[in-house]
């Protein structure tokens, strides 16, 4: 798969980030990146064709909720941003075929709303027997 990550599929992946995202670890800014693009691009390249590509640590940030807590929220480093869309882009294009039509998680042109109007859609013109409800609220937080 990493012969599918050229400079142009890392470059493509550049152009996607946020322009005001904030900084991870490393403190590199979009802005910052983008001076020497080209230069960033090729040296990026290098080690993920060889597979020595090794992400950074994550900096972590809590954002608050509109119940007074806090939501812990991981910001990767710009690079890992990159690399990270460019084999989402990939990975995309060889698996996205094979998804049956109902996912609508993290889905290119597919939101929660259109869930939500599917699933009503269903609901409303079909005998349902069951209805599977979970609340996933806090599944994935971290135990400080």
């Given at each position: ?17 946020k322009?005001?995202?904030s ?8 802005a ?19 597979g020595?590509?090794?992400p950074?640590?994550v ?13 812990p ?5 710009l ?8 084999v ?33 859609t ?14 996933i609220?806090?599944f ?5």
């Amino acid at each position: 798969m990493l012969h599918h990550i050229d400079e142009d599929a890392l470059d493509r992946a550049f152009r996607w980030q946020k322009r005001q995202a904030s900084a991870g670890v490393d403190g590199v800014t979009v802005a910052r990146y983008e001076e020497g693009l080209t230069d960033n691009i090729r040296d990026l390249c290098a080690p993920v064709h060889t597979g020595r590509y090794r992400p950074q640590p994550v900096r972590r940030v809590y954002i608050p909720k509109a119940d007074g807590g806090k939501r812990p929220l991981g910001v990767p480093a710009l690079e890992d941003k990159i690399v990270q869309s460019a084999v989402a882009e990939v990975l995309s294009a060889v698996y996205e075929v094979d998804f049956l039509g109902f996912p609508y998680g993290f889905r290119p042109g597919r939101n929660p709303h259109m869930a939500l109007d599917a699933l009503h859609t269903v609901i409303m013109s079909q005998r349902v027997n069951w209805v599977l409800d979970a609340d996933i609220r806090s599944f994935l937080d971290v135990a400080s």
